[in-house]
């Protein structure tokens, strides 16, 4: 009847029935498994019902958001499938196409967005999307939360709750699926959604659940014998999991050792590097990689270019590595065909903690023993806890599943704040715009149930607090019957933090306002960059651990400032600057500088956009940009010269290439017979007029590197632009 309704107001077309068999014929099934059986017993074809199912991985969650994906399009309305990270996005992109011939990925420009049925996009993406514009949203008749635990996940959790309270503003049918979740009613009642509960015997593969005793084997032997273990067990692929980086390394180099036979030949292993990182030279740790990898090993961590993280991935779900040692981020990637998971370390370092050491959480271990058992690998799936002496948290609490309850995380200071600064950027500066999307947050709904002894929640005095937290630190102002209005400082730093996703918390960009404030000129030295690496958490290169440098310690002791020896923002400083920015090799700067120089790409853009930041801040603040800044800011975005820097600035040209053409400048051009001078593009400009094109022409393709074809076109352009300019 429920359903009856629903087709008479124009709301489905396709009965239930009609939608399950269109399914079960697009996919090739024989039948609909019993968690997609249980929704469909539940009404999810024939309500508009929010739903809530925790399902065990590889048990079906997919097929039901396909079921209410197929009746939402035949109703002429989009879906819009959303997940945590942009890795999981192609995966889910190609479950879609099985029912919507136009779906839109995290990289389609927005005209594709506008035009496709289906869109499959991030949490934050969204969330932005939906916030600045709401009538963007009204087109979707259905949102799919994908991963949906990750709302225990301090960031991740924040961007999920956030977007899930606009989703309940704005009437949105909403499906979340997960894996686990506790409490599971709580949820339900604050999504007002139909919950569905599916045990773990539902699950394709079944996951056994066993320990690795170390306990009494002694520290430093642990990795070598968790190593023989791991072979003896011989239930490979294995996905092992730790949480300090070196920890990865270590234990994959251990593996290696013990492990005889080559499974990848070296030179075409080479050769796969060099194309994705586009360069023949490997650093000490690309070549450690490069060596595990022939033995069907590899480690995976932040500290790794990421274009080889991702290689490592393919090559691992290529089954072409059986043993991957990783950090616990890769919980929430993409589903690897893991036959057996090993958690390593059951505590991992926060530096927020008077101890510094926090056991890992009993939902990250499921999260984590997710992973084992896959289609291909049997019936069974194993996931081992390793015992080690001391450890505080029993690994018998690991196996036994039970979850910690999940809290709201918008209620931390800095995230409230962030959000507040969040809504009036998109023009809901009121007090009473901003309490009522409050009201609708996880947040509000479990702090107004929590029962407290001395005082009672309230909503309106929490947030008060924090506006005027925000009009103190300068970010806000208040504008009288108008609300409240961003100033300078709160612009530029939502607009940052909106624009990148990035997660820095508030304090670093109310510093760099500060130290404009204090010095009233835009700096392009190492201080800036070491006061935007020492600020801002990530945007220094890992330090090698117990590595040091004495030229590194002495520099900046001169300067009065310490050197630690732990985190590295002095060591990363003096890399970008006396390495990075002079187009220094990879190899030579992780040997040289002790930090981990595959970074340098991914850190060097991270600096250039908070130098954009401190750029914007100045204008602010009516403080002159020399004009020479966007030189000094593309130098640490390049890694080049400035010489070499309006080379790098042509599309393909990257720094490899431009340092093999200073290299034949300094070589052949500024020597006999061409006795040369100036700079490379002067140098080209001389040849260009003195000589003419053809002779310009031959001259390039001598230069390895650039030859004949696209490169040698864009530069021989740049040069006749500058010899034609007046």
Same mark, same amino acid.
């Given at each position: 009847?429920?359903?009856? @309704?629903?087709?008479?107001?124009?709301?489905? %077309?396709?009965?239930?029935?009609?939608?399950?068999?269109?399914?079960?014929?697009?996919?090739?099934?024989?039948?609909?498994?019993?968690?997609?059986?249980?929704?469909?017993?539940?009404?999810?074809?024939?309500?508009?019902?929010?739903?809530?199912?925790?399902?065990?991985?590889?048990?079906?969650?997919?097929?039901?958001?396909?079921?209410?994906?197929?009746?939402?399009?035949?109703?002429?309305?989009?879906?819009?499938?959303?997940?945590?990270?942009?890795?999981?996005?192609?995966?889910?992109?190609?479950?879609?196409?099985?029912?919507?011939?136009?779906?839109?990925?995290?990289?389609?420009?927005? %005209?594709?967005?506008?035009?496709?049925?289906?869109?499959?996009?991030?949490?934050?993406?969204?969330?932005?999307?939906?916030?600045?514009?709401?009538? #963007?949203?009204?087109?979707?008749?259905?949102?799919?939360?994908?991963?949906?635990?990750?709302?225990?996940?301090? +960031?991740?959790?924040? @961007?999920?709750?956030?977007?899930?309270?606009?989703?309940?503003?704005?009437?949105? =049918?909403?499906?979340?699926?997960?894996?686990?979740?506790?409490?599971?009613?709580?949820?339900?009642?604050?999504?007002?959604?139909?919950?569905?509960?599916?045990?773990?015997?539902?699950?394709?593969? %079944?996951?056994?659940?066993?320990?690795?005793?170390?306990?009494?084997?002694?520290?430093?032997?642990?990795?070598?014998?968790?190593?023989?273990?791991?072979?003896?067990?011989?239930?490979?692929?294995?996905?092992?999991?730790?949480?300090?980086?070196? #920890?990865?390394?270590?234990?994959?180099?251990?593996?290696?050792?013990?492990?005889?036979? @080559?499974?990848?030949?070296?030179?075409? +292993?080479?050769?796969?590097?060099?194309?994705?990182?586009?360069?023949?030279?490997?650093?000490?740790?690309?070549?450690?990689?490069?060596?595990?990898?022939?033995?069907?090993?590899?480690?995976?961590?932040?500290?790794?270019?990421?274009?080889?993280?991702?290689?490592?991935?393919?090559?691992?779900?290529?089954?072409?590595?059986?043993?991957?040692?990783?950090?616990?981020?890769?919980?929430?990637?993409?589903?690897? &065909?893991?036959?057996?998971?090993?958690?390593?370390?059951?505590?991992?370092?926060?530096?927020?903690?008077?101890?510094?050491?926090?056991?890992? /959480?009993?939902?990250?271990?499921?999260?984590?023993?997710?992973?084992?058992?896959?289609?291909?690998?049997?019936?069974?799936?194993?996931?081992?806890?390793?015992?080690?002496?001391?450890?505080?948290? &029993?690994?018998?609490?690991?196996?036994?599943?039970?979850?910690?309850?999940?809290?709201?995380?918008?209620?931390?200071?800095?995230?409230?704040?962030?959000?507040?600064?969040? !809504?009036?950027?998109?023009?809901?500066?009121?007090?009473?715009?901003?309490?009522? $999307?409050?009201?609708?947050?996880?947040?509000?709904?479990?702090?107004?149930?929590?029962?407290?002894?001395?005082?009672? $929640?309230?909503?309106?005095?929490? !947030?008060?607090?924090?506006?005027?937290?925000?009009?103190?630190?300068?970010?806000?102002?208040?504008?009288?019957?108008?609300?409240?209005?961003?100033?300078?400082?709160?612009?530029?730093?939502?607009?940052?933090?909106?624009? *990148?996703?990035?997660?820095?918390?508030?304090? /670093?960009?109310?510093?760099?306002?500060?130290?404009?404030? %204090?010095?009233?000129?835009?700096?392009?030295?190492?201080?800036?960059?070491?006061?935007?690496?020492?600020?801002?958490?990530?945007?220094?290169?890992?330090?090698?651990?117990?590595?040091?440098?004495?030229?590194?310690?002495?520099?900046?002791?001169?300067?009065?400032? &310490?050197?630690?020896?732990?985190?590295? &923002?002095?060591?990363?400083?003096?890399?970008?600057?006396?390495?990075?920015?002079?187009?220094?090799?990879?190899?030579?700067?992780?040997?040289?500088?002790?930090?981990?120089?595959?970074?340098?790409?991914?850190?060097?853009?991270?600096?250039?956009?908070?130098?954009?930041?401190?750029?914007?801040?100045?204008?602010?603040?009516?403080?002159?940009? /020399?004009?020479?800044?966007?030189? $000094?800011?593309?130098?640490?975005? $390049?890694?080049?010269?400035?010489?070499?820097?309006?080379?790098? =600035?042509?599309?393909?040209?990257? =720094?490899? *290439?431009?340092?093999?053409?200073?290299? #034949?400048?300094?070589?052949?051009? =500024?020597?006999?017979?061409? @006795?040369?001078?100036?700079?490379?593009?002067?140098?080209?400009?001389?040849?260009?007029?003195?000589?003419?094109?053809?002779?310009?022409?031959?001259?390039?393709?001598?230069?390895?590197?650039?030859?004949?074809?696209?490169?040698?076109?864009?530069?021989?352009?740049?040069?006749?632009?500058?010899?034609?300019?007046?």
């Amino acid at each position: 009847m429920a359903w009856l @309704n629903l087709v008479q107001k124009g709301v489905y %077309k396709m009965t239930a029935k009609e939608v399950v068999d269109q399914l079960l014929k697009m996919e090739n099934w024989e039948k609909l498994n019993k968690t997609q059986q249980l929704a469909v017993e539940q009404g999810l074809l024939e309500t508009r019902d929010n739903f809530v199912v925790i399902a065990p991985t590889s048990s079906g969650k997919t097929g039901i958001a396909l079921l209410a994906g197929l009746q939402t399009l035949d109703a002429g309305q989009k879906i819009v499938y959303l997940v945590p990270m942009k890795s999981l996005a192609s995966e889910k992109e190609e479950d879609l196409k099985t029912i919507s011939q136009n779906v839109a990925g995290f990289d389609s420009s927005p %005209k594709d967005w506008e035009e496709a049925t289906a869109l499959v996009t991030t949490f934050e993406s969204f969330y932005k999307s939906i916030l600045v514009s709401p009538s #963007y949203a009204k087109q979707f008749g259905l949102a799919i939360i994908d991963e949906f635990q990750v709302l225990y996940d301090v +960031l991740r959790g924040f @961007n999920l709750e956030k977007v899930l309270t606009l989703l309940k503003e704005l009437g949105i =049918r909403t499906i979340c699926i997960s894996a686990t979740f506790e409490d599971k009613t709580e949820i339900g009642e604050w999504l007002n959604a139909k919950l569905i509960v599916i045990p773990d015997d539902a699950r394709d593969v %079944k996951i056994i659940h066993d320990v690795i005793p170390l306990d009494e084997t002694k520290p430093a032997n642990q990795n070598q014998e968790l190593c023989k273990k791991i072979i003896e067990i011989g239930r490979e692929p294995y996905l092992v999991f730790c949480t300090r980086k070196d #920890y990865t390394l270590a234990r994959a180099k251990i593996m290696c050792s013990l492990l005889d036979k @080559n499974v990848s030949d070296e030179i075409d +292993l080479r050769r796969h590097f060099s194309e994705t990182v586009r360069r023949k030279n490997l650093t000490s740790l690309e070549q450690e990689l490069l060596q595990c990898m022939i033995k069907g090993v590899a480690f995976h961590h932040s500290g790794l270019d990421s274009r080889l993280k991702k290689l490592v991935e393919e090559f691992f779900s290529e089954k072409k590595v059986s043993y991957l040692f990783a950090t616990t981020g890769l919980a929430y990637g993409v589903n690897f &065909p893991a036959k057996t998971v090993i958690v390593a370390d059951t505590s991992f370092y926060d530096s927020s903690l008077v101890s510094k050491r926090r056991q890992i /959480p009993v939902y990250m271990y499921v999260q984590m023993a997710g992973r084992a058992g896959r289609s291909g690998f049997g019936n069974e799936g194993y996931a081992y806890v390793v015992k080690r002496k001391g450890a505080e948290l &029993p690994v018998e609490k690991y196996q036994e599943g039970i979850i910690e309850k999940a809290t709201s995380v918008v209620g931390n200071d800095d995230y409230f704040r962030k959000t507040i600064l969040e !809504l009036i950027y998109s023009q809901k500066c009121k007090d009473e715009e901003i309490l009522g $999307f409050f009201k609708n947050t996880f947040f509000n709904f479990q702090s107004e149930r929590k029962e407290v002894e001395f005082v009672k $929640f309230d909503l309106f005095k929490t !947030l008060k607090s924090h506006v005027e937290y925000l009009y103190e630190r300068g970010f806000i102002v208040p504008v009288g019957a108008s609300g409240y209005k961003l100033t300078g400082l709160g612009e530029v730093t939502v607009s940052f933090l909106f624009n *990148t996703f990035a997660n820095y918390p508030l304090a /670093p960009f109310e510093e760099l306002n500060k130290l404009l404030a %204090k010095e009233q000129k835009v700096r392009q030295d190492e201080f800036i960059i070491y006061s935007i690496s020492k600020l801002f958490e990530g945007t220094s290169l890992s330090k090698y651990p117990k590595e040091r440098s004495e030229d590194i310690t002495k520099f900046f002791e001169n300067k009065g400032i &310490p050197v630690s020896n732990q985190k590295g &923002p002095e060591y990363s400083t003096y890399a970008i600057v006396h390495g990075w920015m002079e187009n220094m090799d990879l190899t030579e700067i992780e040997e040289k500088f002790k930090v981990y120089a595959s970074q340098c790409p991914e850190v060097g853009k991270s600096i250039f956009q908070l130098l954009t930041v401190y750029e914007r801040l100045a204008r602010k603040r009516s403080i002159d940009v /020399p004009s020479e800044f966007q030189d $000094f800011k593309d130098r640490i975005r $390049f890694g080049v010269t400035a010489e070499e820097l309006p080379l790098t =600035r042509l599309r393909g040209i990257g =720094r490899e *290439t431009t340092r093999k053409i200073k290299l #034949y400048c300094e070589n052949a051009l =500024r020597r006999t017979p061409w @006795n040369l001078k100036g700079s490379i593009i002067e140098i080209f400009e001389q040849i260009y007029r003195e000589r003419g094109e053809a002779k310009f022409v031959e001259t390039l393709q001598f230069i390895k590197g650039v030859g004949k074809g696209k490169k040698l076109d864009k530069i021989l352009s740049l040069v006749k632009e500058r010899v034609k300019a007046p």
